[in-house]
């Protein structure tokens, strides 16, 4: 087997170095997309895509200063800040979200992190999603232990936080939180037994070295993250990235099936950015992997496909869009509540009819 052959044969691995990320990132793109595609169809039904849907819960004024986003208070994108939405708000769009055929709901907030006051009210939300039949995720910024904690026990499904970028391209992208801190973040997440989304951005004008930086950073954590959204900047006027060259979208197709190959169960997002793209360049990222989007009008801010579009390319493409996803903890604890239910019922039953529930073996007919 080549060292290539190697890289390319899907094993699950933590222990990724820059020069292997390159590798395969570097190799002849069809023989990149051929490799991605298999190791895809070994680990997920390669015509299906699941579909989340956004929603900012709380807009703008944000402390931070990330070069690229349109919420920053530091930066005059000309948005219209709005604070925390009313729960039953939230719950309205969750409801169209479902009605729309979206199977995960996602609550962004432009926050540092969350005041332990605001984090009751998101619980709420939380927990009102999720009696819809939606999978949750949110992303509130930073979270210490005991509210990574707090969100666990109220049930929530994902919490997205992501790297954004290489450690070594970082402190031209942020300066207000560092990446250590990110990783914290990622851990207090990981440690509560919530599932992790972390991904990252690309077309900041970032060097080609600082996407293979990102990618060892989230195939090198202890688990990868279940969900891997790889964004494509969505330039808005008014941040100091506003006027950034615009990327290549072959190196986005290459990122995706990068992370298709090195973390090949998790589920890779092809996030922002879809609006830029014709749909023969998103159709090349389900072949590289992707098997995720953000599904509906809007992201946080700014523009997405149409849902109906989605749904059209979905038709000529033969994708299904993914049924809610069961995980084996929920498969089984479905398993037991049905089986549960129905003793319950036969134990009914036999108290009124007098029968035994359970005949008797030794009994001699
Ligand atoms: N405030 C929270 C935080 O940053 O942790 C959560 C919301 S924040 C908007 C979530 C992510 O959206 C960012 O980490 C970044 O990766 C992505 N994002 C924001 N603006 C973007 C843009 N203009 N283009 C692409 N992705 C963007
Ligand atoms: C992610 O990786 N991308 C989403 C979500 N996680 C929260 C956000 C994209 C935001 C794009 C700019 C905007 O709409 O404000
Ligand atoms: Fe704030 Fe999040 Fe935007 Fe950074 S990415 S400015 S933390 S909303």
Redesign the pocket.
């Known amino acids: 087997m080549s060292n290539l052959d190697y890289l390319n044969s899907g094993k699950v691995r933590n222990d990724w170095s820059l020069a292997e990320i390159e590798a395969i990132y570097n190799q002849p793109f069809n023989d990149l997309l051929f490799a991605a595609q298999l190791i895809h169809r070994q680990n997920f039904n390669p015509n299906e895509v699941q579909t989340s849907t956004l929603l900012s819960i709380k807009t703008?004024a944000?402390?931070?200063?990330?070069a690229?986003?349109?919420?920053?208070?530091?930066y005059n994108t000309g948005l219209s800040k709005e604070k925390l939405m009313a729960v039953q708000k939230v719950i309205e769009k969750a409801q169209q979200a479902k009605k729309n055929g979206a199977t995960r709901f996602c609550m962004?907030?432009?926050?540092?992190s969350p005041r332990e006051k605001d984090l009751d009210v998101v619980i709420e939300m939380v927990r009102q999603v999720k009696d819809l039949g939606l999978e949750t995720c949110v992303?509130l910024?930073m979270l210490t232990d005991e509210q990574a904690g707090k969100l666990a026990e109220a049930g929530l499904d994902y919490y997205n936080h992501?790297l954004?970028t290489s450690p070594e391209y970082y402190e031209q992208i942020?300066t207000?939180?560092s990446y250590e801190h990110r990783l914290d973040t990622l851990q207090n997440v990981r440690d509560a037994g919530i599932n992790v989304c972390s991904g990252g951005i690309i077309g900041m004008g970032e060097k080609i070295s600082d996407r293979y930086g990102l990618i060892k950073q989230l195939a090198n954590m202890p688990e990868h993250p279940q969900s891997v959204p790889i964004n494509m900047l969505v330039a808005v006027p008014g941040t100091p990235l506003g006027e950034v060259e615009k990327l290549d979208e072959f190196d986005f197709i290459r990122m995706i099936a990068t992370a298709r190959i090195v973390m090949p169960n998790s589920y890779v997002r092809l996030s922002a950015g879809r609006e830029d793209m014709n749909e023969q360049t998103q159709a090349l990222c389900y072949f590289a992997g992707a098997n995720s989007i953000f599904y509906g009008e809007k992201l946080?801010t700014t523009a997405n496909p149409e849902a109906e579009a989605d749904s059209i390319l979905f038709k000529r493409l033969g994708i299904q869009p993914e049924q809610r996803h069961h995980s084996k903890e929920q498969v089984e604890e479905e398993a037991a509540e049905i089986v549960a239910k129905g003793v319950a019922k036969a134990a009914e039953e036999t108290t009124s009819s007098k029968k035994p529930l359970f005949y008797d073996a030794t009994e001699v007919n």
Do not use: F, K, M, V
């Open positions: 703008g944000c402390p931070e200063d990330c690229y986003c349109p919420q920053s208070g530091h962004g907030a432009a926050w540092r992303t910024g992501n954004d942020i207000t939180r946080l």
